[in-house]
């Protein structure tokens, strides 16, 4: 059973514009939450992190926002830029030693 | 380069021949970790190790094994291989559990006939 969830297989914006991925959760222990980018070919690359200590964390173009109460956080690029054409996968931890990932939301940013 | 090493890139084997996929990290990092992606599964971790002869179960254990018996080696064992097994595997590593993000290798495509 899928304790992360990514309801939405693919986004596409608009260079400049923002994007928004969602992610849901099941398990109220998740204390420790990330968004990793994937290229082709390539492993994933962590992007930014958040504890349930807080409800946004912002690194450069990236903001992660947690709504622990409806067990929700969303990643926002502002603004989008082709380079940000990837698959997202956002991660939940409870111990930090076993994570479970979401299975990806497929980001196209149109020139 | 700070980075994580897999090899093989791709393998193709049979049923129940083992074969071991090599881990390698050069950022002395304790923490390391094994995943698999399979299509509208995402990343399910398969094993665990938080340090030297340290190691734990993850999500999805059953048909691997692993060993940690340096800090910079993680490989990840298939005793007996089934096609069920066929999938994209990832090796990470990260400084420590929490505060930290993993730095994945390229993956291993691993098919199983």
């Known amino acids: 059973d899928q304790q992360v969830k990514q309801n939405s297989p693919s986004l596409s914006v608009q260079e400049g514009r923002i994007s928004i991925l969602n992610c849901d959760y099941t398990n109220s222990m998740f204390d420790y939450f990330l968004w990793y980018k994937k290229y082709p070919a390539e492993g994933p690359t962590f992007l930014i992190s958040?504890?349930?200590?807080?409800d946004k964390n912002e690194d450069g173009r990236f903001t992660v926002f947690l709504n622990k109460s409806a067990k929700h956080l969303s990643l926002h690029i502002v603004p989008s830029q082709p380079g940000d054409s990837a698959v997202y996968f956002c991660?939940?931890?409870?111990?930090?030693?076993?994570?479970?990932f979401g299975t990806g939301t497929s980001l196209t940013v149109i020139p | 380069e700070a980075q994580v090493t897999q090899n093989p890139r791709y393998l193709i084997t049979v049923t129940g021949k083992k074969l071991t996929v090599t881990c390698s990290q050069n950022m002395n990092h304790e923490y390391m970790s094994w995943y698999r992606q399979d299509p509208g599964l995402g990343l399910r971790q398969i094993y665990y190790?938080?340090?030297?002869?340290?190691?734990d179960k993850g999500d999805v254990p059953e048909g691997y094994k692993v060993s940690r018996k340096e800090k910079r080696n993680f490989p990840l064992i298939l005793e007996s291989p089934s096609p069920n097994q066929t999938s994209l595997y990832f090796c990470a590593s990260s400084r420590g559990a929490r505060g930290y993000g993993y730095t994945f290798g390229s993956g291993t495509r691993l098919t199983v006939v």
């Open positions: 958040i504890s349930s200590i807080k």
């Open positions: 190790s938080m340090n030297v002869e340290v190691t």
């Open positions: 991660a939940a931890s409870e111990t930090g030693n076993q994570f479970y």
